[in-house]
């Protein structure tokens, strides 16, 4: 990972989750896979799991709204715009 490391990390975390969300997947599964992508984040695993922690109902309501992951990431500002 470069220098935007963090911001490339949480990225891959929110597209797993729009990958694997279906209609019927609840906010407290979301958060539970989100939660163990931050676990297997070797040396980022503590600032992963605050960003879950912190953010995972926004994260799902974006994504119930249909925003892209880096959109997601950008409005809660652990990604600079483009």
């Known amino acids: 990972m ?6 490339e ?3 891959q975390m929110v597209q797993h989750l729009k990958d694997n969300l279906t209609s019927t997947t609840t906010k ?9 992508l931050a676990k297997n984040s070797g ?7 605050s960003f ?5 109902d926004e994260i799902f309501e974006f994504l119930a709204s249909e ?5 997601v990431c950008i ?3 652990v990604c600079p715009s483009q």
């Open 75 to 77: 409005a809660l500002d």
């Open 43 to 49: 040396s980022f695993e503590g600032q992963a799991t």
């Open 28 to 36: 407290e599964e979301a958060q539970e896979l989100l939660l163990s």
């Open 52 to 56: 879950v922690t912190d953010n995972s």
């Open 67 to 71: 925003m892209e992951p880096l959109a």
């Open 2 to 7: 470069t220098s935007n490391a963090p911001c």
């Open 9 to 11: 990390l949480y990225v």
